[in-house]
């Protein structure tokens, strides 16, 4: 079971990293009026998005969920109710990610710098309250 936990925060972590990096991207996307600058972000997004942050979103639950085998108890707990749910907000967030890199592709991005800034602080969040779910175990 360390073992598993090891690979699980160590998927968590490079998929947080993608997840507070790739809208920061987007900031910087949105701010580009050139079309070498536009192109590049293209580029970094794409490979952030496909290369790291969605085999290791993937890694992160597989192995959430192989732990949870292992430890079925868990599963009906208060605090991972919750953590779960978070878990599934972030997916959608992830989701959501991807299809801004789509509509960044299209030309369709009708947003500003501003609002992915505001988008940027939503992982952070969430982190704050898994991590707190996981090891204060409030409820």
């Known amino acids: 079971?360390?073992?598993?936990?090891?690979?699980?925060?160590?998927?968590?972590t490079t998929w947080?990293?993608?997840l507070f990096y790739l809208p920061?991207?987007?900031?910087?996307?949105a701010m580009a009026e050139d079309r070498e600058g536009i192109e590049?972000?293209?580029?970094m997004e794409r490979k952030l998005f496909l290369g790291i942050m969605t085999p290791s979103a993937v890694l992160a639950v597989l192995s959430g969920i192989w732990a949870l085998y292992l430890l079925p108890?868990?599963?009906?707990?208060?605090w991972m109710i919750g953590k779960l749910v978070l878990v599934g907000l972030l997916v959608l967030y992830h989701?959501?990610?991807g299809r801004i890199i789509l509509d960044?592709?299209?030309?369709?991005?009708?947003r500003s710098h501003v609002w992915y800034r505001w988008f940027n602080e939503a992982?952070?969040?969430?982190?704050?309250?898994i991590v707190i779910l996981v090891v204060v175990k409030p409820f």
Do not use: D, E
């Open 123 to 129: 992982p952070v969040l969430a982190l704050v309250a």
């Open 104 to 110: 960044f592709r299209a030309g369709r991005n009708s």
């Open 1 to 12: 079971m360390p073992w598993i936990k090891a690979f699980h925060i160590i998927f968590v």
């Open 16 to 18: 947080f990293a993608g």
């Open 40 to 43: 590049r972000f293209q580029v």
């Open 73 to 78: 108890g868990y599963l009906f707990s208060n």
């Open 95 to 97: 989701a959501w990610c």
């Open 24 to 29: 920061r991207l987007f900031v910087y996307h």
